[in-house]
């Protein structure tokens, strides 16, 4: 799957499983995703289209700052929801959101680098905790 197609995919996996959760009161992990992970998440998303190495878009230094502080963000987002509130268990929540924090902090150095290649593929990594934590957690906060 190219870059491009596993994101439009990624982002349609959410909307489908978002419409499908039942409106009821708004969890700390709901907030969180709404408010830090899908903004930094979106713009990671992008600069990893344009930074990879077949797209021909030559990112901008201002772009990277953007990815770099975005990345930082969702590293902290990450960290938070392996201590309470929000911490669901130990096992595989605990090992998705530290996939998730690992992700970021490879986005971050990729960005400080302006590594395209190496930011792509940490954003490709990225997309996959989202969907994999989704599918095991989404409707349980
Ligand atoms: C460690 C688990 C975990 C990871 C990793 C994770 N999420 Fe979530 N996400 C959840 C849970 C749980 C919910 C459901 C929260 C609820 O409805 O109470 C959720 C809900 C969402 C929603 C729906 C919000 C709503 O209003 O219903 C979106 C969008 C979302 N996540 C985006 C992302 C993106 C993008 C990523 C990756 C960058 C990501 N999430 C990573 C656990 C995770």
Known sequence: MSFKTFVLAAACAV?????????TKTSPVKTLM????VPS???IFAVGG????????KVSPA??????AAAGRLK???HSMQKPPMAVDQKLWKRYSAELAAAADKAQKAAVAKNGARFSQAANDMGESCSNCHA??????
């Open 34 to 37: 709404n408010k830090t992970v």
């Open 63 to 68: 772009r990277w700052n953007q990815a770099s």
């Open 136 to 141: 095991k957690y989404q409707g349980r906060t």
């Open 50 to 57: 344009e930074a990879d190495p077949g797209s021909g878009t």
């Open 41 to 43: 998440s979106t713009l």
């Open 76 to 78: 902290a987002a990450a």
């Open 15 to 23: 909307l489908a499983a978002s419409g499908a959760v039942a409106a």
